[in-house]
């Protein structure tokens, strides 16, 4: 009789363990990833922040010593920012999808396409967005959400001129200036 109480005991124990642990999962377990941007001449000038959501991944980002005004920013497909190749190592964009580019193209956009950003009089860039189309975790069918994390990688890839959401392949936007390559956060 004895034994019987205490065995009961520790399966309720066990139960609400069990649920909490449920409860929270889906904040707790959310993946991250992070980039430090390099310049042309491959000095360091900022970095990026990358958090996954049910609903995309937000992005914040951080980078100095740009020119002042508008400019685009791509997740592009390799995850190499070599810039003796002027970060062409960087690839096209990142296109699982095989869409067209631009949001102004019935047939797009990339899953690497976002909006352009404006860069203070300061040469101080500062992003706060999130991409809807992407997932840091695993690849999701039902969103139609392709996962960034792949087996080579992937970059994001500031351009010095605004993307113009239309012309193929990449918005007539201009030299690539600064790449991070994404690194997951460890677990
Ligand atoms: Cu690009």
Do not use: W
């Not at 000095?43 to 995309?56: I, Y």
């Not at 999130?130 to 890839?157: F, K, L, P, W």
């Not at 193929?168 to 201009?174: D, F, I, L, V």
């Amino acid at each position: 009789m004895r034994s019987t109480t205490l065995l009961l005991l520790g399966a309720a124990t066990f139960v609400t363990f069990a649920a909490n642990a449920q409860t929270q999962a889906p904040t707790e377990d959310r993946p991250t990833a992070a980039a430090s941007f390099v310049d042309l001449d491959g000095k360091t000038v900022g970095s990026a922040t990358l958090m996954d959501t049910p609903n995309g991944v937000v992005i914040r980002a951080e980078i100095e010593g740009l020119k002042p005004g508008e400019l685009s920013m791509h997740f592009h497909q390799t995850g190499q920012c070599d810039p003796a190749t002027k970060f062409e190592s960087a690839g096209g964009h990142f296109n699982p999808a095989n869409a067209q580019h631009g949001f102004m193209n019935a047939d797009g956009p990339h899953g690497g396409d976002m909006p352009n950003q404006f860069v203070g009089d300061d040469g101080k860039l500062s992003v706060n967005l999130i991409n809807d189309m992407i997932t840091i975790g695993t690849a999701d069918a039902e969103s139609q959400r392709d996962s960034i994390i792949d087996d080579d990688g992937t970059a994001i890839v500031i351009h010095a001129g605004a993307d113009d959401y239309q012309s193929q392949p990449a918005g007539n936007s201009g030299d690539r200036i600064v790449c991070g390559v994404i690194q997951m956060a460890p677990k």
